[in-house]
């Protein structure tokens, strides 16, 4: 490889870098996951195209080299996974939380049991009642 290759080779990286910096920025909040779950998609063809190559190693550093790429290959997947379900859940809506009982379970006993202790749960009786 010659100076004029490296030169060349450098300035597309430093134009996809640009490039990319600029796409990402642009993108709102609210498209990000969709753009995660399909770049989870991306990353698993990564995956089959490392394990291809390390099928093919014949030498210790493709074999090496192969092995790391899948392994990266990996955590950039499941990585990308638990962003996307970490995003997910901020969309969700808040779940009230359930009054706690004197054992620590939840406060569960049978059906229609009394409201626990410090409930803010009024009966649909008192709520009537009222002038």
Do not use: C
């Amino acid at each position: 490889m010659n100076g004029g290759d490296l030169v060349t080779l450098f300035t597309v990286f430093v134009l996809a870098a640009f490039v990319g910096f600029e796409v990402i920025s642009k993108v709102p909040s609210i498209l990000h996951t969709p753009l995660m779950s399909g770049t989870n998609a991306v990353h698993g063809v990564v995956i089959v195209g490392a394990m291809i190559v390390l099928g093919q190693a014949q030498g210790t550093i493709e074999i090496v080299l192969g092995f790391i790429a899948v392994v990266l290959a990996t955590l950039n997947v499941v990585g990308g996974f638990v962003v996307t379900d970490r995003m997910l859940e901020m969309f969700k809506g808040r779940q009230p939380q359930k009054p706690k009982g004197a054992g620590g379970d939840g406060g569960g006993g049978a059906l229609g049991a009394a409201p626990a202790a410090g409930s803010t749960t009024a009966p649909a009786s008192a709520e009537k009642a009222a002038p």
